[in-house]
């Protein structure tokens, strides 16, 4: 079997354009990824330099934060999960490797939205499956639904489910969370959840997949709410009976993820009052965002329910929102993502904010947007 195909994550490309013109001096504002600016929490830090002190380190798996995490379960959404059900990873990237690599066989079918997070689409292809993309527009709150679910025919193997999702922002409403669980057990469809914004929502508290179906596999990170993107550390949670072969998995594929994030990440978990600062450098910077884009011509937008971005259709500018964001970056200096790496087909005319930057970089990008769209781009 020859090597899959896969795109290249086309806002990479800009970031890379975007590190080249500061390289040569010019000010750049970096919206092209969801990287929070916050940091990771003081306290955090200062254990991470505590360790590095006194611990040699090695491959690891820190019992104490699989133990904090299933308390996180319990006390965020109400759901008992037993540690043991946890496997500690670099990160959701390679969570969502484990799961679709352990679950899953070649030739498998996984369903997911469009739009969605490139490497949902880009994993599938590169693991030899195949990706049955689900056109999500308004009408659907730009997220899947039961009803689509219920639709394909024959029924896929599993289904990857966001909510907040990535690049929309959109979330899925907790009945029609019941109702996708509902048909996933109808079409025997394995359900992976990426639950990695979980925490950033301006709507209310987000459900956890696990509340509807318990056999369900889930993804989170500690790269969002918690301020870590950099430090590389997440958690597949996997169902009973599959415990064994996602450690099988891991084993061989990761080992374990940094010891330094480990212990940095426990402290992490309890600075609630730091972190729910920093949603609210999210909600002023959503807010202006909100304000300002109608003045820039961008009046169809998805509904940034959670995390930090906003999906915006520039189809009256363009249709190639590669060749847009690259211009608006080398003009402007404010690099942004291409709405192709979200949606191979619609995505040529849309593009996607990140206002996971300062508040005065918001600003700051504002300023700097507002005559150049009003000059047609």
């Given at each position: 079997?020859?090597?899959?195909?896969?795109?290249?994550?086309?806002?990479?490309?800009?970031?890379?354009?975007?590190?080249?013109?500061?390289?040569?001096?010019?000010?750049?504002?970096?919206m092209e990824f969801g990287q929070p600016s916050t940091g990771v929490p003081p306290?955090?830090?200062a254990e991470a330099h505590r360790v590095l002190d006194a611990d040699g380190m090695g491959y690891w798996e820190s019992a104490p934060l699989k133990a904090r995490i299933a308390r996180l379960y319990?006390?965020?959404?109400?759901?008992?999960?037993?540690?043991?059900?946890?496997?500690l990873t670099c990160g959701a990237s390679?969570?969502?490797?484990?799961?679709?690599?352990?679950?899953?066989?070649?030739?498998?079918r996984i369903a997911m939205?469009?739009?969605?997070?490139?490497?949902?689409?880009?994993?599938?292809?590169?693991?030899?499956?195949?990706?049955?993309?689900?056109?999500?527009?308004?009408?659907?709150?730009?997220?899947?639904?039961?009803a689509a679910l219920a639709a394909i025919d024959p029924a896929p193997a599993g289904v990857i489910v966001a909510s907040p999702a990535n690049p929309t922002g959109s979330v899925i409403a907790q009945d029609e969370l019941a109702r996708i669980a509902e048909?996933?057990?109808?079409?025997?469809?394995?359900?992976?959840?990426?639950?990695?914004?979980?925490?950033?929502?301006?709507?209310?508290?987000?459900?956890?997949?696990?509340?509807?179906?318990?056999?369900?596999?889930?993804?989170?990170?500690f790269s969002k709410y918690w301020s870590m993107a950099g430090w590389r550390l997440g958690w597949?949670?996997?169902?009973?009976?599959?415990?064994?072969?996602?450690?099988?998995?891991?084993?061989?594929?990761?080992?374990?993820?940094?010891?330094?994030?480990?212990?940095?990440?426990?402290?992490?978990?309890d600075e609630h009052e730091v972190l729910e600062g920093h949603l609210?450098?999210?909600?002023?910077?959503?807010?202006?965002?909100?304000?300002?884009?109608?003045?820039?011509?961008?009046?169809?937008?998805?509904?940034?329910?959670?995390?930090?971005?906003?999906?915006?259709?520039?189809?009256?500018?363009?249709?190639?929102?590669?060749?847009?964001?690259?211009?608006?970056l080398r003009d402007t200096g404010v690099a942004t993502a291409p709405g192709v790496d979200f949606d191979p087909v619609e995505g040529r005319t849309h593009m996607r904010f990140s206002f996971a930057v300062s508040t005065p970089q918001i600003e700051d990008a504002l300023a700097r947007m507002q005559p150049w769209f009003a000059a047609g781009g």
């Open positions: 079997m020859s090597s899959a195909a896969i795109e290249p994550f086309r806002a990479i490309v800009i970031s890379r354009l975007a590190h080249a013109l500061k390289a040569e001096g010019r000010s750049v504002i970096h306290r955090a830090l319990a006390e965020r959404y109400g759901v008992a999960v037993a540690p043991e059900r946890l496997l390679p969570a969502l490797v484990l799961a679709l690599s352990s679950a899953f066989k070649p030739g498998d939205a469009r739009p969605g997070y490139v490497a949902y689409r880009n994993v599938v292809k590169g693991l030899h499956m195949e990706a049955v993309e689900i056109a999500c527009g308004p009408a659907e709150h730009y997220q899947l639904t039961a048909v996933c057990r109808a079409r025997g469809i394995q359900i992976i959840s990426d639950e990695i914004y979980h925490g950033l929502s301006y709507v209310g508290p987000q459900p956890t997949m696990l509340s509807f179906e318990p056999e369900a596999m889930v993804i989170n990170s597949l949670l996997v169902p009973d009976d599959h415990i064994e072969t996602a450690k099988a998995y891991i084993g061989n594929l990761f080992l374990t993820p940094p010891s330094l994030s480990q212990h940095a990440g426990l402290v992490a978990m609210e450098v999210y909600r002023r910077n959503r807010a202006l965002m909100l304000e300002a884009l109608p003045g820039l011509g961008l009046k169809t937008i998805a509904p940034p329910d959670g995390a930090f971005y906003i999906w915006a259709d520039i189809g009256h500018l363009t249709d190639d929102s590669v060749a847009f964001c690259e211009q608006l």
